[in-house]
């Protein structure tokens, strides 16, 4: 027992004892060493039974460490695993994360394709570095990708529709409907040309937003064409008034001017004609004939 032979040790030391401290250190030492591969072995065992564990319950097809060369080729050092060749060619990122001592952010796909690699350093018992192997098949992976990625993409279709549902019926109610109120009385007015379609514009419970701000406009642009039509009805009902006063005052005019015939009675030898157009309506000359 190691921790037996360290006590012995203390207490020949303590004593002065070099005899009993002397045959007791080659004891401690080898006793050391076989703790020490001990526990390497223990370490490691329990590392594999870990992986297994790992192994059944995210279905991974390989959990492994790897040591490199100078960790495991030592005579101080238990090789407890099998010898593999990793070339930097075909495992660039192995040989970055041994060299880095960074776990890879990305999964290295083995040259046959088969299987996705992910290493993550870990500090062993010695100085050099080893790199915990997860592997998992390809297939497996890109079934596992695909099984994630559907219920995904149906969740984020199903949000998508009935968010565009939910716009559609928000864009029909606030701006499909009001406009088609709207594009109504503003129709009626077209045929009946009622200056109370723009009461009835206002009348509306309009958004407040541009379709609001368009039937304000429009009420007010029917307002400004009906007292447009009006100042236009009250111009042509004073035109035909000065009209009628003009035609009044040519007809009086024309009644005051003497008529050619009959000629005069009895006489001969000349004839007599007179003819008189105002520049206007009315004029102000006049003419008469006697004998």
Same mark, same amino acid.
Request: net charge negative.
């Given at each position: 027992?190691?921790?037996?032979?360290?006590?012995?040790?203390?207490?020949?030391?303590?004593?002065?004892?070099?005899?009993?401290? *002397?045959?007791?250190?080659?004891?401690?030492?080898?006793?050391?060493?076989?703790?020490?591969?001990?526990?390497? *072995?223990?370490?490691?065992?329990?590392?594999?039974?870990?992986?297994?564990?790992?192994? *059944?319950?995210?279905?991974?097809?390989?959990?492994?460490?790897?040591?490199?060369?100078?960790?495991?080729?030592?005579?101080?050092?238990? !090789?407890?695993?099998?010898?593999?060749?990793?070339?930097?060619?075909?495992?660039?990122?192995?040989?970055?994360?041994?060299?880095?001592?960074k776990a890879a952010n990305e999964l290295e796909l083995s040259p046959d394709g088969s299987r996705y690699l992910m290493y993550?350093?870990?500090?062993?018992? !010695? &100085?050099?570095?080893?790199?915990?192997?997860?592997?998992?098949?390809?297939?497996?992976?890109?079934?596992?990708?695909?099984?994630?990625?559907?219920?995904?993409?149906?969740?984020?279709?199903?949000?998508?529709?009935?968010?565009?549902? *939910?716009?559609?019926?928000?864009?029909?109610?606030?701006?499909?409907?009001?406009?088609?109120?709207?594009?109504?009385?503003?129709?009626?007015?077209?045929?009946?040309?009622?200056?109370?379609?723009?009461?009835?514009?206002?009348?509306?419970?309009?958004?407040?937003?541009?379709?609001?701000?368009?039937?304000?406009?429009?009420?007010?642009?029917?307002?400004?064409?009906?007292?447009?039509?009006?100042?236009? &009805? &009250?111009?042509?009902?004073?035109?035909?008034?000065?009209?009628?006063?003009?035609?009044?005052?040519?007809?009086?005019?024309?009644?005051?001017?003497?008529?050619?015939?009959?000629?005069?009675?009895?006489?001969?030898?000349?004839?007599?004609?007179?003819?008189?157009?105002?520049?206007?309506?009315?004029?102000?000359? !006049?003419?008469?004939?006697?004998?």
């Amino acid at each position: 027992d190691y921790n037996a032979l360290v006590i012995q040790y203390n207490e020949a030391e303590a004593a002065g004892d070099t005899a009993t401290t *002397a045959a007791l250190l080659p004891q401690m030492e080898d006793a050391g060493a076989l703790t020490e591969r001990m526990g390497i *072995a223990s370490y490691y065992y329990a590392l594999l039974n870990m992986m297994s564990r790992l192994k *059944a319950a995210y279905e991974i097809s390989d959990f492994v460490i790897i040591a490199g060369e100078e960790s495991s080729g030592g005579s101080d050092v238990p !090789f407890l695993g099998d010898a593999l060749e990793r070339s930097e060619a075909d495992y660039p990122a192995l040989w970055r994360a041994y060299d880095e001592q960074k776990a890879a952010n990305e999964l290295e796909l083995s040259p046959d394709g088969s299987r996705y690699l992910m290493y993550v350093p870990v500090s062993s018992v !010695f &100085a050099d570095t080893w790199l915990v192997v997860v592997s998992i098949p390809s297939a497996a992976l890109d079934s596992a990708v695909m099984a994630q990625m559907v219920p995904t993409l149906s969740v984020t279709v199903a949000v998508y529709i009935v968010c565009l549902a *939910a716009l559609l019926v928000l864009f029909r109610s606030q701006l499909v409907r009001p406009l088609i109120a709207l594009s109504g009385l503003v129709s009626g007015y077209a045929h009946t040309h009622e200056a109370s379609c723009a009461d009835e514009i206002r009348s509306h419970a309009w958004p407040r937003d541009e379709v609001g701000i368009l039937a304000d406009r429009t009420a007010a642009m029917i307002d400004e064409t009906d007292a447009h039509t009006q100042r236009l &009805a &009250a111009l042509t009902a004073e035109r035909e008034r000065v009209r009628s006063e003009l035609a009044v005052a040519t007809r009086i005019q024309a009644s005051a001017l003497p008529e050619v015939t009959p000629a005069f009675t009895g006489e001969g030898g000349f004839a007599l004609s007179a003819s008189m157009e105002p520049a206007k309506e009315v004029g102000g000359d !006049f003419y008469d004939f006697f004998m």
